[in-house]
């Protein structure tokens, strides 16, 4: 789906639905969570999107369900582009709610279009004392960021991984988010929005945002250069982990040596059956402590 803009046109469906920002989800939000008899809600959209319906019924359990579908659909679909939603939206006939928001929506395709202009063009190397950016860099850096600053987006955990650890990972959200355990996750890929430099991005949510550090061992997490990344620098946040603020977890068996700057903190073992049917329940108590 493409529409014409000022002198350009969009093309909606090459652009991520992470592209959508927080004042278009809450808008959208609005129009879909509450129950209509004559108008097609969050429900219908779910089932487009592809969820089942216990999942569709699992979501009823939250305040906000649109705002779920989104951040899940996304995390979860090579469909999840700006262009699909507009189609589905389309096909639920909520042309209203296209009306009210296609200037917002657009003005977000914009700018992510110009991050990702701004990203092909050479990069400069910065200062030695720029490596922390400027407090206006950091504002509308995740999905529901208030974009001003006066409200940063707070999480439970961050969650540190390997791409091909992700299967995993979208475990760990169906049993700590989508339960009574109620915990907010970060997500790189799911949460955190495309555009500023990789390293800041991540060293704000760790630093500022999430009061732990979940660490998805593998073979794989020990030959990834963003993962060795965030685990150092949480662990320079609290040395000797007195604040109990990084927590390894193993979820499969290892052939290489675990990794040694993390030997002294309590090991979340997946893969110990004997142990096994406790995991959760360990995980989302330590994330929910205080």
């Not at 906000?64 to 189609?87: D, R």
């Not at 903190?265 to 994330?287: E, Q, V």
Request: with cysteine; proline share 6%; hydrophobic share 35%.
């Amino acid at each position: 789906m493409a529409v014409s803009c000022c002198s350009s046109t969009i093309d909606f469906d090459s652009i991520p639905l992470t592209a959508l920002n927080f004042t278009v989800r809450k808008k959208l939000a609005l129009y879909l969570n509450p129950k209509h008899v004559s108008a097609a809600d969050w429900t219908a959209l779910a089932e487009a999107m592809g969820f089942e319906y216990l999942e569709i019924k699992n979501y009823e359990q939250y305040q906000n369900p649109t705002k779920m579908i989104l951040e899940n659909w996304q995390g979860t679909s090579t469909q999840a582009t700006v262009g699909k939603l507009l189609e589905m939206l389309t096909a639920m006939e909520r042309v209203d709610v296209i009306s009210d928001l296609q200037g917002l929506i657009e003005e977000d395709c914009r700018k992510y279009l110009k991050k990702q202009q701004l990203q092909e063009q050479p990069v400069q190397v910065p200062e030695v004392d720029s490596c922390v950016p400027k407090t206006l860099e950091m504002n509308g850096i995740t999905i529901d960021d208030d974009p001003s600053g006066h409200m940063p987006e707070l999480f439970d955990a961050f969650i540190c991984y390997c791409h091909r650890d992700i299967d995993f990972v979208h475990e760990m959200i169906r049993q700590l988010e989508q339960t009574e355990c109620k915990l907010k996750l970060c997500v790189f890929d799911r949460d955190v929005l495309p555009g500023t430099c990789v390293w800041s991005i991540t060293s704000e949510p760790i630093e500022k945002r999430c009061k732990r550090m979940v660490v998805i061992i593998s073979d794989d997490y020990l030959d990834s250069d963003a993962c060795d990344f965030q685990t150092k620098f949480a662990l320079s946040l609290c040395p000797g982990a007195r604040s109990k603020r990084l927590i390894p977890v193993k979820y499969k068996p290892m052939k290489k040596k675990f990794p040694s700057i993390l030997r002294f903190l309590t090991l979340c073992d997946y893969t110990n059956p004997c142990t096994t049917s406790w995991f959760w329940g360990r995980l989302a108590k330590a994330l929910s402590l205080p």
